[in-house]
């Protein structure tokens, strides 16, 4: 969530914030509104709990005409405190409720529109000309059939649309690639984490998840529990209610989670293959640091997501994304795309996201520095997303004859293997 103290002294900046998001700006007036009818029926609570407990002190001093008079105020004050209180209470909830509803102030560089409004930074790799090579590429179900790695009959004769498995040497990519990633991550700083995937409600929603994203979260009614869609979830939930000395930051975890999604909203898109999936793995780079330092922590986590890609031999893009496209937590947030050339065109592989102190406040994270106890900032960054960079993988390093080229990063993690090859039917 937001500074309240920041709603109220620049509510137009606030304002602007909706705006560019897409989102109502007529709650930032609501908000206001309810604020001060918080603030103001503190005050009342406090003047008569104050006018109360000064009675208290004169009742035993008065006289028999006086006090009848003083027990007969003491008697109304008692109501009126009551009420106050019941008035205290329900304006703070209703203040809460609203700044929940809130999202992130967008940062003033991020580009203002929808999905399509974004702005490419940079651009890595060279796309390769299967024409000139003489073959059309395979898609990479197609390919990961033929290597024998991929199944999603099966997957959706045991769990329905949209699941999968990965079998033989599709297995050992998944593998190949997390121990990369977390190789690659723990060479950097970062802790290897194995996270629980089922989380509670407040671990959920203060990470802001049960707002514009509910729709693509799974819920255990009976458990009142919540499969994680992101690692992202209980690494910022870990040092939830703490305050951590600022001497120990940055901290730095590298997640690695299964993860769950509804993909409520994306019916009929990406429906062939594994590129948009129920039920995948991935690692999470995850960053807690002082909120003055949290742009050159972005910029960091980016380059480390760079450096992956790059290693993986991937033609790929850096964008800025825009401000309706970001989702509730993050104040920026950068894409690397993967070119995808049965596709012709670039697809997310990886997001990296500044949520400044937005979810360190709903978390109530706080740090000591010094004398002083302040919300700090969180930040995490995709480091591999498994299904969408095996089909980056097949796709950008197959070969005329249905075999893969495996890059030098991924080989000691497949036992020396340079080359993926199809399997005899």
Not at 31 to 59: M, N, P
Not at 103 to 126: A, K, S, W
Not at 197 to 221: I, K, N
Not at 289 to 295: F, G, N, R, Y
Request: aromatic share 6%; net charge negative.
């Amino acid at each position: 969530m937001i500074d309240l103290r920041l709603l109220r002294e620049d509510p137009d900046r606030v304002r602007a914030s909706q705006r560019a998001r897409g989102e109502d700006v007529a709650l930032v007036d609501s908000l206001l509104s309810a604020d001060e009818r918080r603030r103001s029926s503190g005050v009342r609570f406090d003047e008569l709990r104050a006018e109360q407990k000064q009675l208290g002190k004169l009742i035993p001093k008065a006289g028999p005409d006086e006090k009848a008079e003083l027990l007969a105020r003491a008697e109304q004050l008692k109501a009126d405190v009551k009420a106050a209180d019941a008035e205290r209470d329900a304006t703070d909830t209703e203040t809460q409720q609203l700044l929940l509803r809130l999202g992130n102030l967008v940062h003033p560089d991020v580009p203002v529109g929808g999905e399509e409004d974004f702005v490419t930074l940079e651009t890595h790799g060279t796309i390769r000309d299967f024409g000139a090579e003489g073959f059309e590429p395979k898609d990479h179900l197609e390919l990961g059939q033929l290597l024998g790695a991929i199944d999603v009959e099966r997957g959706a004769k045991v769990s329905g649309s949209r699941f999968y498995f990965l079998t033989g040497v599709g297995a050992l990519l998944e593998l190949a690639l997390v121990n990369a990633a977390i190789a690659q991550a723990t060479e950097a700083g970062f802790t290897p984490m194995l996270t629980p995937a089922l989380v509670r409600p407040q671990s959920m929603a203060g990470t802001g998840f049960l707002g514009q994203a509910a729709q693509d979260v799974y819920h255990l009614d009976k458990d009142d529990l919540y499969l994680v869609g992101t690692s992202e979830v209980p690494l910022a939930a870990y040092h939830m209610d703490e305050i951590i000395d600022a001497d120990r930051l940055p901290l730095r975890y590298a997640g690695f989670s299964p993860c769950f999604r509804r993909e409520a909203g994306s019916h009929g898109k990406d429906t062939r293959g594994i590129f948009r999936v129920h039920q995948f793995d991935k690692v999470e780079m995850f960053s807690y640091v002082a909120p003055e330092d949290s742009q050159e922590e972005h910029k960091r986590l980016l380059e480390w997501e760079k450096q992956w890609l790059t290693s993986l031999e991937l033609p790929f893009r850096v964008i800025d994304v825009a401000s309706a496209d970001l989702g509730a937590s993050a104040s920026r947030k950068y894409d690397c795309e993967a070119w995808v050339p049965t596709q012709g065109k670039y697809r997310e592989l990886t997001s990296t996201s500044n949520c400044t102190e937005f979810q360190s406040r709903r978390l109530q994270i706080r740090v000591r520095d010094g004398k002083q106890i302040k919300p700090l900032a969180t930040l995490n960054g995709t480091l591999c997303a498994v299904p969408r960079t095996i089909v980056a993988i097949l796709e950008n390093h197959q070969q005329a004859d249905g075999s893969v080229y495996v890059p030098k990063v991924l080989r000691p993690y497949l036992g020396g293997r340079e080359v993926l090859e199809p399997v005899a039917k």
